[in-house]
């Protein structure tokens, strides 16, 4: 079976590494520039059309351009195609792809609670949501199961849910992350253990961009809440220790 890639980041870049070992793989990135790092997976760089004709596509695209593709390449996608998106928000994406993609049109939300800084070597251990949209079940199924075979945790949730605590897990993360990384935290010669966890939590998130980290909070409604109630706890600990 073959699939489209559509986009050549660093999470495009490392799923299409571990699609190639079972699958046909075509990508398609806007840089030209990458396609000697495309084919050197083994992987075969084409047209946005031509990726578009694939049975199953995923796009790798920032956020705030989820909504430009997806009115792209609605058009030029295949009858009987299947569509899995995989941002870290899910609301925002599924009633895009609702709205835009025609009814013949599968859709499968998905967000991988992984990247190339925890997955580089192996699937094995990782997670991943999913919210079946519009898909038959036997081939959700056979995805699932495909995702379960390679070590993959498969979480079966709603949008909505996803959002909600993904608002506390990962935004939270990313929101200590940067925090850290602009008081310029590095490793001392004298610390403990629960600073050194500290400086891995910076280390999550300092390769990550800062688009990402924007689209994460900006595309998810339940993301100012969960700040408000973290500033508001952590400014209740500094009251109490200057009262």
């Known amino acids: 079976m073959k699939v489209g890639i559509i986009g050549f980041g660093r999470l495009g870049k490392l799923i299409s590494k571990y699609l190639e070992e079972d699958f046909t793989v075509e990508v398609y990135d806007i840089n030209q520039d990458v396609k000697e790092d495309v084919e050197a997976l083994g992987c075969r ?10 049975p ?66 192996t699937l094995f251990g990782t997670k991943i949501a999913v919210c079946p949209v519009r898909i038959e079940d ?46 310029d935290a590095k490793k001392l010669a004298i610390d403990t253990k629960g600073y050194r966890r500290l400086l891995k939590i910076l280390k999550t998130v300092e390769n990550d961009s800062w688009e990402l980290f924007a689209d994460m909070n900006e595309h998810n409604k339940y993301a100012k809440e969960t700040r408000e109630e973290f500033l508001a706890s952590f400014n209740k600990v500094i009251k109490r220790l200057e009262d």
């Open 45 to 54: 760089f084409k047209s946005l059309d031509e990726v578009c004709k694939n």
């Open 56 to 121: 199953i596509v995923i796009p790798f695209v920032p956020m705030n351009k989820f909504e430009s593709v997806i009115k792209e390449i609605a058009p030029k996608l295949s009858k009987d195609a299947l569509l899995v998106d995989v941002c870290s928000v899910k609301e925002m994406p599924v009633e895009v792809m609702k709205k835009h993609l025609p009814e013949s049109v599968s859709i499968l939300g998905t967000h991988p609670m992984f990247g190339p800084d925890s997955a580089g070597e």
């Open 138 to 183: 036997k081939l959700y199924q056979k995805i699932c199961a495909f995702m379960r075979f390679h070590g993959i945790k498969v979480i079966e949730t709603t949008a909505s849910e996803h959002d909600k605590q993904i608002s506390h897990s990962l935004l939270l993360t990313h929101m200590i992350g940067r925090t850290l990384m602009d008081m």
